[in-house]
């Protein structure tokens, strides 16, 4: 049982955090002919934007409502009106999807009832769907984010099925949380068809933000989970979600559909996947494909050759609460001790966290804590403290903007938790200490330095 | 507020601006930030400006005051490059929460700045307004203050709310921040006739050190560089200089011109991009400092190093230039550096086929026609499809352009090079032009394009060809169908800001007979935001005259 702590200070030093509405954003990303539009000033779209392309190196598509300070003040409506004709007649996208950021939360503006508004005065543009989610920035974090827009879709977008109505054998619905790649989404399709079953991803990042070829060029989102296909989802006959911040998304589902739903807390690991299989084969009456049997001793072999490499190191992961639980479990399930963990926001999780603390901080509050860490674990921009630690970085989640296929780690199924050992262990290979001829030294007894005679690993 | 909208006003009455001399007293008043279009418009806020401008310098420890948007998504993403202190690469936000936005944030605003000044010890603290607090009342300006007299360290207030408008108005208040509380309140060591300091250079992978090492060989001081590798106290002492250097076309003008005025430095708007602009600036800075009393031999001295470098470069490039000759290069960049790095280009042997001028000034683009001829194709506000159609007709080798537009260029599988703010490679000075003509060299003969652009063997036709194929379809369509056509040609946007179309305004100028711009933008508002379609709507107004004068005499 971990103690779940907020960080004291008054200035964050170094983020680890980033904001709900470029979460729920990217979760509109995974929708095919999908226009994401931040309200709110233009850098707030323009910053979120920067980042995706960093990290995905792909094209993002992303609007603004460009707030100036009067429309701020006098309230949004018609910017927001401005910017849905204006999206529509030069992008046509199938859906714009709306998050509302720090500016236009602080004025209180009314987007539902703004979009009421335009709904009568613009009966034209009723083939466009509109989704709105209200995300201040001074709220909640980038995975909250993520999941209020999945939870929204759900609750917009999906068709409750017809009373009585047959269920679609063999149809799985899933949601997966921001922390899976579309590598990993990749992965979980290909598991999923394996037993003959037919999966829909809500979102699908690995449709759109994946780095295909598209065949045509859109300004939109370049591919993702149809509209059609999501009115669809109403009739799967179960909801798979991964990730804890899916949970009350998985619910909006199972009372949309009465179909039951499944929380996964994660997918990295031999257990979680075990389940995983064990729940596929009775969905679909199959048993488990020889490939996956082949996949779990693969990991298995995988876990005893590293084991050597993993028994107590010590591990300070910075991330947001489901990939900090599905990463700090594995590595404690490998023999790690996580010494350091620090999160965006709070979640049910974080006190099972195998670590004595969960800070709710930044990477400042990291760096104090990895000291004498063996590994660093966090995005990006974790890159200074391990520096100045001279401690080895393993990048993990968003944004990873110094490192080519962000968009294709995968951390899922048994060929994730099983490339997660061999990547991390080779760093573990490649920064082991070399024996010299002081390494075995005798102590001093007389030295005052108590630190010294402390050996090394 | 109101301080920040009296230096919104002073900014807009820039008169070192040419183009806001040219303009009326009315015209002036409403200011030159275009107004930004909803659902149309791309590109920084003024706080992503002011950062821009500022971040460079190493030894401030610069405090974002706002919630977590402002600085956390968007942190340490500038390739600003230090030769000393990394505090400015460490990232330091208030992260106001729900109670600051309802209580106010000032409480935590100054225990943020005492936290950073007992951690970090730096200089300087620089206290960035976002647009929440600003909303919200946060008396910056007071807590700055304040912090200032018990703390004992300089802690300088950026009104920089990004609802304020776009980058380049947030480069100018950045510029407004420094003049008034930084430049001017410490004094050198010492000084020498050979003190300059250079403004708007941000040494963005360190292209200042492509250029300072002919300075010192000059024996010309960088007293300050406003503000590419600067610390604190040089910017505070840049006050003492001889002459100035401004590098980044109009971004900080308004510092030159006030130091001029109030510390009598005279300055030349010059660029490090490209030969021969090189050479001319090394001589401008020569020429100013003889002015103000340096020995004459310098210009001497600077004549030879210019003829050496620019020998030594020529010869670098001449390995290059044959296989460059002739290819084609699209540019689409934003302002700052479109008409240095057009004048670049040429000089490698390459024909530049179009650039996008969406953040320049109108000074700007009148420069890239003047280097590049009348027919500077402008690009303003592309889809990316039309982003293909265009790459397809220019018939260009090479995109060139910011990261953004990138992926759009790499997906027609078209040779691409970043030459925007996030890019890895620098290209200043005459090392810089040879490495640019290099990285050009590069991309076009990477054996890769030949396979990219293969088809799949289960393809019976290309991707491209469907493109094409889309593209012909589009046009037989218009010239099959005259009247289609007609109203696409009308429906084509000619005042982005307001969102008037060709047709609206040709009829308003035959139902009207109107004859000026200033009537057309009376009666259509066309060209009432940024008046940078003043000079299609003259043209418009020229053609509808003249069929009107035409049917007339029939």
Redesign the interface.
């Given at each position: 049982m971990a103690k779940v702590s907020t960080s004291k200070?008054?200035?964050?030093?170094?983020?680890l955090?980033?904001?709900q509405?470029?979460g729920g954003t990217l979760a509109f990303m995974g929708v095919e002919g999908c226009m994401p539009?931040l309200h709110?000033?233009?850098?707030?779209?323009?910053?979120?934007?920067?980042?995706f392309?960093?990290h995905f190196?792909?094209?993002i598509p992303m609007?603004?409502?460009?707030?100036?300070?009067v429309?701020?003040v006098l309230g949004g409506l018609e910017?927001?009106e401005?910017?849905?004709?204006?999206?529509s007649n030069?992008?046509k996208p199938k859906i714009i999807g709306i998050c509302s950021?720090?500016?236009t939360e602080?004025?209180g503006d009314d987007v539902d009832g703004f979009i009421r508004i335009i709904r009568e005065k613009h009966p034209e543009l009723d083939h466009v769907k509109l989704v709105y989610v209200s995300t201040?920035?001074?709220?909640d974090?980038f995975q909250d984010g993520w999941a209020k827009t999945v939870t929204q879709m759900v609750r917009d977008l999906v068709s409750a099925p017809q009373p009585g109505a047959p269920r679609r054998t063999g149809h799985v619905n899933v949601l997966p949380g921001c922390h899976l790649t579309p590598g990993d989404i990749d992965e979980l399709r290909e598991i999923i068809e394996a037993f003959g079953l037919t999966p829909s991803f809500l979102p699908d990042l690995s449709g759109s933000l994946d780095g295909h070829?598209?065949?045509?060029?859109?300004?939109t989102t370049l591919g993702g989970i149809s509209l059609d296909e999501i009115a669809a989802m109403g009739s799967a006959e179960i909801t798979i979600a991964v990730g804890e911040q899916m949970r009350v998304a998985a619910l909006a589902m199972q009372e949309k559909t009465g179909a039951p739903s499944v929380v996964f807390d994660r997918l990295t690991g031999l257990a979680p996947n075990d389940e995983l299989m064990a729940l596929l084969a009775r969905v679909s009456g199959r048993p488990v494909p020889r490939r996956y049997r082949r996949q779990r001793g693969q990991l298995v072999d995988a876990m005893l050759d590293g084991h050597f490499q993993f028994g107590g190191k010590k591990i300070a992961i910075g991330a947001e609460p489901d990939l900090l639980w599905a990463t700090a479990s594995w590595l404690h399930e490998l023999g790690c001790e996580i010494t350091a963990a620090i999160t965006t926001t709070h979640s049910p999780l974080l006190e099972l966290v195998p670590t004595d603390e969960v800070l709710i901080g930044d990477l400042e509050d990291l760096e104090h804590r990895a000291a004498d860490c063996d590994l660093l674990i966090t995005h990006a921009?974790g890159r200074?403290a391990a520096e100045r630690l001279h401690i080895p970085l393993f990048r993990l989640g968003i944004p990873t903007?110094d490192r080519l296929g962000a968009g294709h780690v995968l951390t899922v199924g048994y060929r994730g938790s099983r490339d997660l050992i061999f990547d991390i262990g080779n760093i573990f290979i490649a920064n082991a200490h070399e024996a010299e001829p002081d390494t075995w030294k005798i102590p001093n007894e007389a030295s005052d330095d108590a630190s010294a005679s402390v050996t090394t690993h | 507020m109101s301080t920040l909208a009296n230096k919104i006003q002073e900014v807009f009455n820039e008169p070192g601006c040419g183009k806001n001399q040219g303009k009326s007293e009315k015209e002036r008043k409403k200011g030159c930030t275009k107004?930004?279009?909803?659902?149309?418009?791309?590109?920084?806020?003024?706080?992503?400006g002011a950062k821009i401008a500022l971040q460079p310098i190493t030894d401030v420890a610069h405090?974002v005051h706002?919630?977590?948007?402002?600085?956390?998504?968007?942190?340490?993403?500038r390739g600003a490059k230090s030769s000393g202190s990394?505090l400015y690469?460490?990232?330091?936000?208030?992260?106001?929460?729900?109670t600051?936005?309802v209580f106010g944030g000032e409480?935590?605003?100054y225990?943020?700045?005492?936290?950073?000044i007992e951690?970090y010890d730096p200089p300087a603290v620089f206290v960035y307004q976002t647009?929440?607090p600003?909303?919200?009342g946060d008396d910056i300006g007071a807590v700055c203050k304040t912090a200032t007299e018990k703390l004992g360290k300089p802690v300088v207030p950026i009104y920089s709310?990004?609802?304020?408008?776009?980058k380049n108005l947030g480069n100018k208040l950045a510029g407004e921040a420094i003049l008034d509380y930084v430049i001017g309140t410490e004094e050198p060591e010492y000084t020498t006739p050979y003190d300059i300091n250079i403004i708007g250079e941000y040494n963005l992978s360190g292209e200042l050190w492509q250029v300072k090492p002919l300075l010192d060989e000059l024996g010309i001081r960088i007293l300050a560089c406003i503000s590419g590798d600067a610390k604190y106290h040089e910017v505070a002492c840049s006050h003492r200089a001889k002459a100035a250097m401004m590098v980044c076309s109009k971004a900080m003008i308004n510092i030159a011109r006030k130091m001029q005025e109030r510390y009598d430095i005279p300055y030349f708007e010059g660029s490090f991009y490209g030969i021969g602009d090189m050479s001319d600036s090394l001589r401008e800075i020569a020429r100013l400092l003889i002015e103000r009393g340096a020995p004459a031999e310098l210009m001497e001295r600077t004549e030879a190093v210019i003829a050496r470098e620019e020998a030594r470069a020529w010869k670098e490039i001449e390995v290059y230039k044959q296989r460059l000759a002739g290819k084609r290069v699209l540019l689409i960049t934003g302002g700052v550096k479109s008409w240095s790095v057009v004048a670049a280009l040429q000089e490698g042997g390459m024909e530049i086929v179009g650039t996008s001028v969406k953040k320049s000034t109108k000074e700007d683009k009148e420069k890239i026609k003047e280097i590049m001829g009348q027919d500077a194709h402008m690009i303003d506000d592309m889809?990316?499809?039309e982003?293909?159609k265009m790459l397809k007709e220019a018939k260009a080798d090479i995109m060139l352009s910011g990261?953004?537009?990138?992926?759009?260029a790499l997906?027609a599988?078209m040779p691409w090079l970043d030459i925007n703010q996030?890019r890895h490679h620098a290209y200043a000075g005459y090392v810089g032009m040879v490495e640019l003509v290099r990285e050009i060299d590069k991309a076009l003969s990477n054996p890769i394009w030949e396979q990219v652009r293969r088809p799949a063997p289960w393809d019976e036709t290309t991707?491209e060809e469907?493109?094409d194929a889309?593209i012909a379809k589009e046009a037989a369509e218009l010239a099959a169908n005259p009247e289609l056509a007609e109203q696409k040609r009308r429906a084509q946007n000619v005042c982005n800001c307001k969102?008037i179309d060709t047709g609206t305004i040709e009829d308003a100028i035959r139902d009207h007979k109107l004859t000026t711009v200033e009537r057309i933008t009376e009666h259509t508002h066309a060209g009432g935001g940024c008046g940078k379609c003043a000079g299609s709507i003259a043209s418009i107004l020229a053609r509808v005259s003249e069929t009107a004068s035409v049917t007339e005499a029939a």
């Open positions: 200070k008054a200035c964050t030093v170094n983020p955090k980033m904001s509405p470029i539009l709110g000033s233009q850098g707030c779209t323009s910053f979120g934007l920067v980042l392309v960093r190196r792909e094209a609007q603004t409502t460009a707030m100036s300070e429309a701020t910017n927001v401005q910017a849905i004709v204006n999206i030069r992008t950021t720090g500016v602080t004025k201040p920035d001074f709220k974090a070829i598209p065949d045509d060029f859109t300004p921009h200074q903007f | 107004q930004l279009t909803p659902g149309g418009a791309a590109g920084g806020c003024a706080f992503d405090l706002g919630p977590i948007a402002c600085e956390g998504n968007s942190w340490d993403n990394q690469r460490t990232s330091f936000t208030t992260d106001i929460n729900e600051d936005v409480k935590r605003l225990k943020s700045i005492k936290e950073i951690k647009c929440v600003a909303m919200i709310p990004g609802f304020v408008g776009a889809t990316p499809r982003m293909y990261g953004r537009s990138q992926f759009i997906k599988k996030e991707w469907v493109a889309a969102a």
